[in-house]
C-alpha cells in the first residue's frame, strides 16, 4: 500500500489554513462553523480561482463536489477529438481526502477554530476598562474614573449617570468598530474581484441594544472587580483637599477646579482629588483678578452701623470656614428675621457663592435619612423660613455640623447597612426664635441685620447683576478664594 503523500500546512494569523496540494494547487481552509469549514482554491501557475463553498470538510460528498468545481475550473475544454476533457488535478481527490485528516486533528481544531464570541456583559466591562479605572470608597461604595474628551470624571457604578453614560459609549464603540468592519469587508472584496466588486456599499450592522439586565450584570461585574481589587479613594462634593491644599469643583463640563494653595490659588484640570456631582448640580464660572469680598457687601446693602458691620464678620468667617474640607467643625449660618427682610435671598446669594444648585434651598427634613441625602446631594446645605426647629432636627444639624455619620438596613437586606456620613457647612434662615437651643446657638452664626427697609434694594442688586452682568459672580468667586488662601 503507498504511502499517502505529505501535504505541507501553514497556519495563518487570521486562523486560516494553507495547503500546498498536488499540481500547484493552494487550498485555503478555515472554520465558518464549529462543524463546518469554508475551503477556497486557487493555481498558483495561472492564478485561476475556484468559488469558495462551505460543507463538512470531513464529509465524502462534499470533498467530492469540490473537485467536480475545481475541475469545472481548472481543467481546459474537451478538444474536438476528445471525449472528456484533460484532467489538470487527478490528485486533488486524494489531496483533499489528506486535508479532511489533517483538519480532523484536535489540536489542529482547535488552532483555526475562533475563540467563543464575547458576551455584550464582556465588552461591557471592556468599555469600562479601556476608558478608565475602578476604585471604592472607605465606606466600600464603587466608583469608576473614565477619561471623557480628554478629561477625568468620576462616576459612582451603580448612579444613574454612569448607566447613561455606559450605555452611549459602548454604542459608540460598537458602531465603530461595525463602520471598520464593513469597510475592511468591502476592501477584501474589491481584492478579490477587481472591476466586478459592486459599487454599492456593504450593509452595516447595528449595534446591540443594551436590555437592563445586560447592563446590571456588567455593573454586578464591575462592583466586583472594585472591591477585589481594593483601590481605595475618597470622593468629595464641590470641596476637596489634597496635600495641603483645597480644591474647588468648578462644575463645568471640563470638569476644572480652583486649587487654592500657599501661594495663591489657579485653576487646574484634572485635579488629584475625586470629585462626584449629584444631580441638580449647577456650574461656578472661573474666578478673575480684582474683585473684592467688599462688592458683596454693597450687593447685600450692608452699612457702617455696628449691627451690619457684625453681620458682615460672621457672614465672610461662615464663607470662608466653608472652603475648608478638612475643618474640625462647620459653623451654622443662621438668618434670622420677620418677613420683608431679605433672609431667603441672602441665603441663596451665599450658596449660590461656593455651591449652585438648582434646587437652591428646601424646607425643614421630615427624617434623619432625608437630611443625610441631601447633604450626599450638596455640600452647603440651605433650609428655607423653618418656623421651629424639632429636638431631633437640631440634633442631627449640629452632628452635621461637626461629623456625623447615619446608619440604616439596606432594603430586601437582613444584616447590611447604608451607610451615611455627613460633615459640611449649613444655612437657615426663619423667624426670629426659629433657633431656641442651646446646642445649635453654640455652634451657630446667628445673623440678624436691620434689612426691613432694605430688602427691596437688595434683591434688586442682586437679580440685576445676574441678569445684566455676564460673568457673573466671578469677582465675588476670585474674592472667595482670596479670602480662603489667606485663611
Same mark, same amino acid.
Given at each position: 500500500?503507498?504511502?499517502? #503523500?505529505?501535504?505541507? !500546512?501553514?497556519?495563518? *494569523?487570521?486562523?486560516?489554513?494553507?495547503?500546498?496540494?498536488?499540481?500547484?494547487?493552494?487550498?485555503?481552509?478555515?472554520? &465558518?462553523? #464549529?462543524?463546518?469549514?469554508?475551503?477556497? !482554491?486557487?493555481?498558483?501557475?495561472?492564478?485561476?480561482?475556484?468559488?469558495?463553498?462551505?460543507?463538512?470538510?470531513?464529509?465524502?460528498?462534499?470533498?467530492?463536489?469540490? +473537485?467536480?468545481?475545481?475541475?469545472?475550473?481548472?481543467?481546459?475544454?474537451? %478538444?474536438?477529438?476528445?471525449?472528456?476533457?484533460?484532467?489538470?488535478?487527478?490528485?486533488?481527490?486524494?489531496?483533499?481526502?489528506?486535508?479532511?485528516?489533517?483538519?480532523?486533528?484536535?489540536?489542529?481544531?482547535?488552532?483555526?477554530?475562533?475563540?467563543? =464570541?464575547?458576551?455584550?456583559? &464582556?465588552?461591557? /466591562?471592556?468599555?469600562?476598562?479601556?476608558? =478608565?479605572?475602578?476604585?471604592?470608597? *472607605?465606606?466600600?461604595? #464603587?466608583?469608576?474614573?473614565?477619561?471623557?474628551?480628554?478629561?477625568?470624571?468620576?462616576?459612582?457604578?451603580?448612579? $444613574?449617570?454612569?448607566?447613561?453614560?455606559?450605555?452611549?459609549?459602548?454604542?459608540? $464603540?460598537?458602531?465603530?468598530?461595525?463602520? @471598520?468592519?464593513?469597510? @475592511?469587508?468591502?476592501?477584501?472584496?474589491?481584492?478579490?474581484?477587481?472591476?466586478?466588486?459592486?459599487?454599492?456599499?456593504?450593509?452595516?450592522?447595528?449595534?446591540?441594544?443594551?436590555?437592563?439586565?445586560?447592563?446590571?450584570?456588567?455593573?454586578?461585574?464591575?462592583?466586583?472587580?472594585? %472591591?477585589?481589587?481594593?483601590?481605595?479613594?475618597?470622593?468629595?462634593?464641590?470641596?476637596?483637599?489634597?496635600?495641603?491644599?483645597?480644591?474647588?469643583?468648578?462644575?463645568?463640563?471640563?470638569?476644572?477646579?480652583?486649587?487654592?494653595?500657599?501661594?495663591?490659588?489657579?485653576?487646574?484640570?484634572?485635579?488629584? /482629588?475625586?470629585?462626584?456631582?449629584?444631580?441638580?448640580?449647577?456650574?461656578?464660572?472661573?474666578?478673575?483678578?480684582?474683585?473684592?469680598?467688599?462688592?458683596?457687601?454693597?450687593?447685600?446693602?450692608?452699612?457702617?452701623?455696628?449691627?451690619?458691620?457684625?453681620?458682615?464678620?460672621?457672614? /465672610?468667617?461662615?464663607?470662608?470656614? @466653608?472652603?475648608?474640607?478638612?475643618?474640625?467643625?462647620? #459653623?451654622?449660618?443662621?438668618?434670622?428675621?420677620?418677613?420683608?427682610?431679605?433672609?431667603? $435671598?441672602?441665603?441663596? !446669594?451665599?450658596?449660590?457663592?461656593?455651591?449652585?444648585?438648582?434646587?437652591?434651598?428646601?424646607?425643614?427634613?421630615?427624617?434623619?435619612?432625608?437630611?443625610?441625602?441631601? +447633604?450626599?446631594?450638596?455640600?452647603?446645605?440651605?433650609?428655607?423660613?423653618?418656623?421651629?426647629?424639632?429636638?431631633?432636627?437640631?440634633?442631627?444639624?449640629?452632628?452635621?455640623?461637626?461629623?456625623?455619620?447615619?446608619?440604616?438596613?439596606?432594603?430586601?437586606?437582613?444584616?447590611?447597612?447604608?451607610?451615611?456620613?455627613?460633615?459640611?457647612?449649613?444655612?437657615?434662615?426663619?423667624?426670629?426664635?426659629?433657633?431656641?437651643?442651646?446646642?445649635?446657638?453654640?455652634?451657630?452664626?446667628?445673623?440678624?441685620?436691620?434689612?426691613?427697609?432694605?430688602?427691596?434694594?437688595?434683591?434688586?442688586?442682586?437679580?440685576?447683576?445676574?441678569?445684566?452682568?455676564?460673568?457673573?459672580?466671578?469677582?465675588?468667586?476670585?474674592?472667595?478664594?482670596?479670602?480662603?488662601?489667606?485663611?
Amino acid at each position: 500500500m503507498a504511502d499517502k #503523500p505529505k501535504i505541507n !500546512m501553514r497556519i495563518q *494569523p487570521d486562523k486560516s489554513a494553507l495547503f500546498d496540494a498536488r499540481e500547484g494547487i493552494t487550498v485555503r481552509v478555515s472554520f &465558518d462553523s #464549529p462543524t463546518q469549514v469554508k475551503v477556497e !482554491m486557487w493555481r498558483d501557475s495561472d492564478m485561476v480561482v475556484v468559488p469558495p463553498d462551505v460543507g463538512n470538510i470531513g464529509s465524502k460528498s462534499f470533498r467530492e463536489r469540490l +473537485a467536480r468545481s475545481a475541475r469545472e475550473v481548472f481543467n481546459p475544454p474537451a %478538444g474536438k477529438d476528445e471525449e472528456k476533457a484533460k484532467d489538470t488535478v487527478p490528485n486533488l481527490d486524494e489531496d483533499l481526502g489528506c486535508i479532511a485528516a489533517a483538519m480532523g486533528v484536535p489540536e489542529v481544531a482547535d488552532l483555526l477554530k475562533p475563540e467563543a =464570541g464575547s458576551t455584550v456583559v &464582556d465588552q461591557l /466591562v471592556e468599555c469600562v476598562e479601556n476608558a =478608565g479605572s475602578l476604585f471604592v470608597t *472607605p465606606e466600600g461604595e #464603587p466608583h469608576a474614573v473614565i477619561e471623557i474628551d480628554g478629561h477625568l470624571e468620576t462616576h459612582d457604578i451603580r448612579g $444613574t449617570r454612569f448607566r447613561r453614560w455606559l450605555r452611549g459609549h459602548f454604542y459608540a $464603540t460598537e458602531k465603530a468598530r461595525l463602520e @471598520a468592519q464593513a469597510e @475592511a469587508s468591502y476592501e477584501r472584496l474589491v481584492e478579490q474581484l477587481g472591476g466586478m466588486a459592486p459599487d454599492a456599499v456593504i450593509p452595516l450592522k447595528r449595534p446591540p441594544v443594551v436590555r437592563d439586565q445586560t447592563l446590571g450584570d456588567a455593573i454586578a461585574q464591575l462592583e466586583a472587580k472594585a %472591591g477585589y481589587e481594593k483601590n481605595t479613594e475618597e470622593v468629595f462634593v464641590r470641596v476637596g483637599h489634597h496635600a495641603g491644599a483645597i480644591y474647588v469643583d468648578l462644575g463645568n463640563e471640563a470638569w476644572d477646579a480652583v486649587e487654592i494653595h500657599a501661594g495663591g490659588w489657579s485653576i487646574v484640570a484634572n485635579p488629584p /482629588v475625586r470629585f462626584v456631582r449629584p444631580k441638580g448640580m449647577l456650574p461656578l464660572p472661573y474666578p478673575v483678578e480684582g474683585g473684592s469680598i467688599h462688592d458683596l457687601k454693597e450687593v447685600l446693602t450692608l452699612g457702617d452701623e455696628e449691627e451690619d458691620k457684625r453681620a458682615w464678620a460672621l457672614i /465672610v468667617t461662615f464663607l470662608t470656614s @466653608a472652603l475648608r474640607p478638612d475643618a474640625p467643625e462647620f #459653623p451654622i449660618l443662621v438668618l434670622l428675621g420677620g418677613q420683608g427682610t431679605a433672609k431667603s $435671598t441672602t441665603s441663596r !446669594m451665599l450658596r449660590s457663592l461656593i455651591d449652585p444648585n438648582v434646587v437652591e434651598d428646601t424646607g425643614e427634613p421630615r427624617s434623619k435619612e432625608e437630611l443625610h441625602i441631601d +447633604a450626599d446631594c450638596s455640600w452647603l446645605m440651605a433650609y428655607d423660613n423653618l418656623s421651629t426647629l424639632t429636638p431631633w432636627l437640631s440634633d442631627a444639624m449640629c452632628r452635621i455640623s461637626t461629623g456625623s455619620a447615619f446608619t440604616k438596613r439596606t432594603q430586601y437586606t437582613n444584616r447590611d447597612r447604608e451607610i451615611f456620613k455627613a460633615a459640611q457647612p449649613q444655612i437657615l434662615n426663619g423667624i426670629s426664635d426659629v433657633v431656641t437651643r442651646g446646642d445649635v446657638i453654640d455652634r451657630g452664626l446667628l445673623v440678624n441685620p436691620n434689612l426691613a427697609i432694605k430688602s427691596a434694594t437688595h434683591e434688586w442688586n442682586w437679580r440685576g447683576r445676574e441678569i445684566g452682568r455676564p460673568g457673573l459672580h466671578q469677582p465675588y468667586s476670585y474674592a472667595v478664594c482670596e479670602l480662603a488662601w489667606v485663611w
